[in-house]
């Protein structure tokens, strides 16, 4: 029987993997699925009640506009009307088996997003002070969009909620139907612990939490830390299939910031999850550029930073996704570390009870201690400066991205000693750390700027690292272009934080280039729907304000004769395009039916990128596994547009490449 449910198992997996596959982006299984058609009498009803609660919340911004504290919760109302105006607007009712209980979901929300809206007419928030599960909004940086979150708030909050409290992060596991009508349904988590916050972040719908995903988590954070206090040393990330992935990704980039991590099922990684490399796999390999980015959410490849985090994870005996523990054993094992792994007798992809009873006796015991917030050691490696820091450690550069980088530093009395690979730019965070009077690194002793011998660097150090030497140096480099935290690529990055999608309005250089400009524009704004669940800004070239360039990366869509911005800054970009080629560093091809993407400091704000011609780069082949939702193209790529666009890529890639830490092309 055994043998029999494990088949069965792997089966599941690969239908999981190849199920509704093809290189046709229109006969892919869509992702959220088509929905099921509204009777017109449902129809009228809620379009009625989605404009009245509409003119409600545009009331308020209004009325409000004087009341800060009150216009704040103005996103707990707006959640209700997105939830049910998304339904209704993109065809997302999914229950064709009991379509009316959507329908009365609906009409359900509309009437609590009415009740908050003349609560807060009337100067007044219950909802802000109630216990149990609250949903809850915030206003995202990256696109606009009004996000949901649920938050269970513990029973005995005392009133104004003066004691900080535990806060469990739970991320929810797949749900392809999962829209915003159906999260805000969403009551608890797989565990209760008691007198804890509980946060269920919708994590912008299902793409494992990553890219926007991930930036939800921590908008969600910051919106709840200014309703209650949080005890910043006992938030632990938990979660379940999908939910046990996110785990995992969020543990491993982000050691130092948590209490405790408890991943359950779900993956840990891209190509043994997915079979890529499985001789039975008869499919093109992924290009060297993809198995590089692959770095950015294989939590496989940073499980050491689990040196300081305590990790419970658990997994069905039987349950195919067990895997994804037995990975991260195996890979922590390599670097000395044991993985706490509770496996559940008998069970398949679900919890079983005594060991679930475990699970939470272990966590509680972990975060009742407490993150301690300056470790004596710490072991800490990642491949992008997006992922940098854990505790008093950052790294500010990098020899070479998508190589494996370590630190490892130990404070022992007033001194501090680190060894390094492949980083240029090591930061000390001090002001926890008084008396540090000695730092070396990779055995040379680095010391005071201009006064050496000198008691304490201050509250922070900043040092410079090559072959020969080690020196402290006053501060971050600045406008020059070089790779650093939030501003190293891939095209994707561009999509973590404020952007805006620039259109063209002068003719093209060429027509076919100019149509799929088009058209591939449309199709990132769509699926920025879809898939991350919010509506991208738009705005015309020539509209473009000069706070928009200081405040977001601007998206840029057609060529250097069709976008005005495109026009004003090419010569500053390393690129050549015009009307006869297309060209990078020693890659040129004809511009009639080639097109250049890219990312790249903007030249108008080096604080912010430019993206030419892309949205977020995989396609409708990658939404049918959350382990192969990856950055698919590095930092630029010809693509020629002759190879229609498919499920995979935009069209063929005629080459792809990173650039230099200085931002220059790889020769």
Known sequence: MLKLVLVLSAVFMALNLVGGETDDPAKVKRIPPVGV?????????????????????????????????????????????????????????????????????????????????????????PWDTATGPVARGYVSEIDGSVQPYVLVVPGRLEAGGTTPRRLDIWYHGRGETLSELNFLQTTRGEFAPKDAFVLLPYGRYCNANKFAGEVDTFEALDNIRKHFKIDENRISVRGFSMGGASTWQFATHFPGLWAAANPGAGFSETPEFTHV??????????????????????????????????????????????????????????????????????????????????????????????????????????????????????????????????????????????????????????????????????????????????????????????????????????????????????????????????????????????????????????????????????????????????????????????????AKIADKLPLKWNEKEVAIGAASYPAANHVALMIYPNPLNPQKYLVLNSGFTFRENEYLNNAKQNAKLPDWAIIDVTDPP??????????????DEGWGVKK
């Open 37 to 125: 058609p509204l009777k017109e009498a449902d129809r009228t009803e809620l379009e009625k009640g989605i404009g009245e609660l509409g003119k409600e919340i545009e009331g308020l911004k209004t009325e409000l506009k004087e009341k800060a504290a009150l216009l704040a919760l103005l996103p707990d109302v707006q959640i209700y009307f997105n939830a049910v105006r998304y339904a209704v607007v993109y065809n997302e009712f999914f229950n064709d088996k009991a379509p009316q209980k959507e329908i009365d979901q609906a009409k359900n929300l509309l009437k609590v997003g009415m009740e908050r809206a003349k609560a807060l007419h009337a100067g007044s928030a």
């Open 277 to 566: 490399f499985d001789p039975k796999n008869t499919g093109p390999k992924p290009t060297d550029y993809e198995q590089k980015l692959w770095h950015l959410y294989d939590s496989s490849h940073f499980c050491e930073n689990l040196f300081n985090l305590p990790t419970v994870a658990y997994s069905g005996e039987l349950d195919g996704q067990k895997q994804a523990a037995d990975v991260m054993a195996r890979e922590m094992k390599k670097v000395g570390l044991e993985l706490t792994h509770i496996i559940g007798p008998g069970a398949h992809h679900n919890y079983e009870a005594k060991a679930k009873e475990e699970v939470a006796k272990r966590i509680d015991e972990i975060v009742a201690k407490g993150r301690n917030p300056v470790p004596k050691q710490i072991k800490f490696v990642t491949y992008t400066l997006r992922y940098n820091q854990a505790f008093w450690v950052t790294i500010q550069g990098l020899g070479e991205h998508w190589k494996k980088s370590r630190v490892e530093a130990t404070i022992e009395g007033n001194k501090i000693e680190a060894a390094t690979e492949n980083v240029t730019i090591l930061q000390f965070d001090l002001e926890q750390i008084p008396n540090i009077s000695t730092i070396k690194i990779n055995g040379k002793t680095v010391l005071a700027q201009n006064n050496p011998g000198a008691q304490g660097f201050g509250h922070s150090a900043i040092i410079a690292i090559n072959d020969k030497d080690a020196a402290l140096i006053l501060r971050l480099p600045g406008e020059s272009p070089v790779k650093r935290h939030g501003l190293q690529g891939p095209i994707d990055d561009a999509f973590m934080d404020s952007f805006i999608m620039v259109t063209p309005s002068s003719k093209p250089l060429n027509d076919k280039v100019g149509e799929w400009t088009k058209n591939e524009m449309a199709h990132a704004i769509e699926h920025w729907r879809r898939t991350f669940r919010g509506e991208a800004r738009v705005v015309k070239d020539t509209d473009v304000t000069d706070a928009q360039i200081k405040e977001s990366n601007l998206v840029l869509w057609g060529d250097p004769s069709s976008n005005a911005i495109l």
């Open 646 to 659: 498919t499920s995979k890529w935009p069209g063929k890639v005629e080459k792809a490449e990173f650039f």
